[in-house]
């Protein structure tokens, strides 16, 4: 039973730059939900994705965005990248939109921006 | 004030010991309680979910549910040096889970 893969594992990125970071659901899911973790911080929600569109959004600048493909996998995409991007970026996924679902991580990315 | 409140740590035990961790949580609207335990460098993984009040066992772990006190926590019996981790108190409702900034726990042999 493949769990949730996400890619690349680590990226480098320069201030400014745009990035896109990929996701792949657990098999039988169908909702996506991303997160971002700064260091000694709990991961904090950007947003989830069903049936290809935002459900909803927390408190990130438009600067992040999203998209759901049909096979339910997903990215995430940050423009202008700033220094204070980086971090852990995770992505979950459940079955059944919503939070009151059992949602289950990937390995996460981790953003450096310089 | 935060909407999900854990105390940072560390929390030391002896291994054999039982680990009590606990969360308290603002929003009243809160459907779903998670514990999740995240090793350094590593992803959370999911061990316990709690919709109910009361308590709800899986082996080692039992996780215990007050909605009108507005806390959760979670007991970790036989504490091992392997469950030293971050342990990740979350709560959902709507479309948006909200975390603790988590409870290093630290086990020692």
């Known amino acids: 039973d493949a769990g949730v893969t996400q890619s690349p594992t680590h990226l480098i990125k320069t201030r400014g730059q745009q990035v896109t970071l990929r996701c792949s659901p657990k098999s039988g899911h169908d909702t996506v939900s991303w997160y971002q973790q700064a260091l000694g911080q709990g991961p904090q929600f950007i947003f989830q994705?069903?049936?290809?569109?935002?459900?909803q959004r927390g408190n990130f600048p438009d600067r992040f965005s999203g998209h759901q493909f049909p096979n339910y996998s997903s990215e995430l995409n940050v423009n202008a990248l700033l220094l204070g991007d980086s971090a852990l970026y995770l992505c979950?996924?459940?079955?059944?939109?919503?939070?009151?679902?059992?949602?289950?991580f990937g390995p996460g990315t981790r953003l450096t921006v310089t | 004030q935060k909407e999900v409140e854990q105390n940072s740590g560390p929390l030391s035990v002896p291994e054999g010991a039982i680990a009590s961790l606990n969360c308290t949580y603002s929003?009243?609207?809160?459907?779903?309680f998670f514990w999740y335990r995240q090793y350094s460098g590593k992803s959370p993984e999911l061990i316990m979910f709690i919709y109910s009040n009361g308590d709800k066992e899986d082996g080692r772990f039992t996780a215990q549910l007050n909605k009108a006190s507005q806390y959760v926590s979670l007991l970790i019996r036989d504490s091992q040096p392997s469950d030293s981790a971050t342990y990740l108190c979350?709560?959902?409702?709507?479309?948006?889970?909200?975390f603790g900034a988590g409870t290093r726990l630290f086990v020692k042999a």
């Open positions: 994705y069903y049936e290809e569109e935002e459900r």
């Open positions: 979950a996924s459940s079955s059944g939109t919503g939070a009151s679902y059992e949602q289950y």
């Open positions: 979350a709560l959902g409702g709507g479309f948006k889970t909200i």
């Open positions: 929003d009243r609207g809160s459907q779903s």
